[in-house]
């Protein structure tokens, strides 16, 4: 990866050293939402999406944490602010699940697309983002994902495409879409280098041209003395949490750059943290995938929940674009009386199917690499089903490892794809009132700009 | 069915005529639940249960109720009140997945249990409960259910076993259990005759020596002058919505009757409602089933709505003790990239699975059986299958039946047990701000406890 001089065109005297977050407000929110500020509009916004999360993803992840020695259950950062759920349906007729594209846009924009569409209509008309008039109103913005930065929930709130796919173009838009002659997204961390790293187009160059610093891992992030920022961690996707190395960031890292940089500008932030990778995991039917990336976004919203606590001027929002995969939390695996999900297998595994399946393709043996991530012993028939496997199948070798730990966990899934039960809204600080109850999730997107025109 | 006289041992001169509900308080929540009296305590209490239903139970049901013809989905009477959710485990050691008996038994004494058990703790010794209570302090109380009258979500708030399937002791508990010398409970409407109406004890003779009216009809019910009322409208659970004769009252009949009754005692009344059969539809995988049941609890929850909404003294709880069936809006049936759940299948339907295997046993035709039922044409595949079906054998036919559904529909379930996601918790009127956010269950019973004693 090449990276550009990340000071070039910025003028050292806009630097400054951030030494905390102002305690302008601090309540006793220990559990209960209602002694939030809500009297007041919020000068920031931070929009937190778990892709594909749906309520047993969320379960699934408390049973993680919880602590089976305490006879109570122990909560989530989030479970406190629950107030309410989104239906998630797009536009199209006949298609009753949204895509990422189309749910992301209801969030981005206020208006349902149909699926694959990025913050335009079904003709490909043009739909103004959230983001967008942030901009033009003078605050600062964000988008964070661990997912290619131009994959498609954050590609809604900075791009306009009938295909969410075309990820060169949409890496174009992120320059080309600009106020004052600037891009209208000052920080963008993830994933998805070759987009902007092209033979056709040197958007590094450009972006740097304007101004921002480019930065590649954990330690040059943190280092960078810039509010522009575009750091880019991974050619794609970055590696799931369980299966990174010291030099990719977290979700928490990033999110934690992204709101010191953002929090610099007095007329305030409009951020979206995406842990996109739920989903991805999901897809896969992968539950240790999915505990992974569920941890990652927590640490992302611990950081966020502790700046809008201490800030007391932040509107956090929280919520999924979808659920995927059907999950369950038990199967018929565990037969029609035992009523039992096991998080304790899941707990044994040191990083993902994914990494596995990337260690066996490279020793040639699926076995060794999975009792390499695991203190659970593979019983002789399970051991069976993983020799037949065809190890030159990336796809199908992951698979087999995720079904086995299905098994064992009884854990349930339905589908490959994505499912259309309603997904949990988290909402917490100024404005937060409004989101309680079920909505459908252009509603999101409403209030934002509701908010935004206050 | 032998029905005692209704009106036996009670004084005529206290019976009077409804008229109406008194408009103390009628506030403009067409949507925002904030604008909610909550200062006060309130005088009345509902409980309303959705047996095993799960988000996704919702989900389907919001679909059903959905008119394609509108761009925004229709929404459920409870959707402005959802302010949280709960998590449903028991107590065992090794068991995550409660059954209704521990959960309820958190609803009834806002302690944890074990499975199976039923307002005791795992010793057996007696836990007080919410309705024994609000007895002793001089309100009326009732219990509703489209189960036998003596199942578990039920019984758990009049009765105390280690073993909820003893339903005779629990029918015997039901009367045995007094204050001041009268049962515990003024009006149980539901099913479970054949508990009450026992070779070795006469229960229906025994509540009508100690003034109650006993039902066993709609017609009957409602002509009940009596403010103490047993009505028993099957011998076992009662048939679904879908499949009933008019002779059998609704959910929301029963619940309707209940809150005429109850609400005549001036210190207030607590009042149990369940709609029972979610679970067992979800339990039989049978989509045509939850909806049919989804269905009857809306009837009761626009009865509680509108009573809660006239009055202003009533906080309205509602709640689901699990999750049944791992169901999910989409299956691998629609494929990886095929988002799409068919409502419209289901709503071919005019009665369940459970009706056309009573058809198909009589006649000795499930194929026609089925065709009865539906406008869905069977294709020659799904004949093939249902051709193979032993009719003797009751639950494979149903299955079968319901097989064929859930492919067409494209829904998804992975257990014929329970599954451990988290319930939604609706609540509405004074008191209904302390349940923002998600909790353990136990707070459902514990709440209760504190705005009876204050």
């Given amino acids: 990866m090449t990276v550009k001089n ?7 005297l806009i630097l400054v050293v951030i030494v905390g977050f102002a305690s302008v407000f601090l309540s006793d929110c220990s559990h209960s939402p209602v002694s939030q500020n809500n009297e007041n509009k919020p000068q920031n916004i931070i929009l937190l999406i ?38 998630t349906e797009p536009s199209d007729s006949g298609i009753s699940i949204a895509d990422s594209a189309a749910s992301a846009t209801t969030f ?42 131009v994959h498609a929930t954050p590609a809604a709130f900075a791009s306009h495409h009938l295909d969410r796919d075309q990820m060169n173009d949409i890496a174009d838009q992120y320059f080309d879409n600009q106020h004052d002659g600037l891009p209208m997204v000052d920080v963008m961390l993830g994933g998805g280098l070759e987009y902007f790293a092209r033979d056709d187009r040197d958007l590094l160059a450009e972006f740097s041209g304007k101004g921002y610093s480019l930065v590649s891992n954990r330690s040059e992030m943190l280092a960078a003395n810039n ?21 990719t960031p977290s979700l928490g890292d990033m999110a934690k750059t992204a709101i010191q940089k953002l929090s610099k500008n007095p007329r305030g932030f409009f951020l979206v943290i995406e ?5 991805w995991a999901a897809h896969d039917n992968d539950i240790v995938g999915v505990i992974s990336e569920m941890q990652d976004f927590e640490t992302a919203i611990k950081t966020v929940m502790d700046f809008a606590t201490e800030d007391g001027n932040t509107l956090v929002i929280a919520t999924a674009d979808h659920e995927t995969g059907g999950l369950s939390i038990g199967s ?16 044994t595994f040191k990083y993902t199917p994914a990494k596995m399946t990337d260690d066996a393709q490279a020793s040639g043996d699926l076995i060794a690499a999975f009792q390499k991530a695991t203190s659970l012993e593979l019983t002789e028939n399970e051991k069976e089903k993983l020799l037949k496997v065809d190890l030159e199948d990336w796809e199908q070798t992951r698979r087999a490892v995720s079904e086995v730990i299905n098994k064992r966990s009884f854990t349930g899934w339905t589908t490959y794809g994505h499912t259309g039960v309603d997904v949990n809204l988290y ?20 209030l934002i700009f509701e908010l935004l025109d206050q």
């Fill in 6 to 12: 990340p000071f070039t065109g910025v003028n050292p």
């Fill in 50 to 87: 778990g892709d594909g999360m749906g309520p047993a993803h969320i379960k699934a992840y408390r049973k993680f944490v919880d602590k089976p020695e305490t006879p109570e259950e122990e909560k989530l950062v989030l479970d406190p602010y629950l107030v309410g759920s989104l239906s």
């Fill in 108 to 149: 981005a924009t206020g208006t349902r697309t149909i699926n694959g569409a990025l913050s335009v209509d079904s003709a490909g008309r043009s739909l103004p983002t959230v983001l967008e008039k942030a901009k033009v109103l003078g605050l600062s913005t964000g988008l964070v994902a661990t997912s290619e930065i």
């Fill in 227 to 247: 509010d522009k920022l575009l750091g880019l961690f991974a050619e794609e996707g970055l590696p799931k949490m369980w299966d990174r190395k010291p030099s």
């Fill in 275 to 279: 842990a996109s990778q739920i989903d």
């Fill in 332 to 347: 018929k695996a565990s037969g029609e009386d035992f009523y039992y999900w096991d998080i304790g297998v899941i707990k």
């Fill in 427 to 446: 909402a917490f600080g100024p404005g937060s009132e409004a989101f309680r109850g079920h909505w459908d999730n252009t509603r999101v997107g409403q």
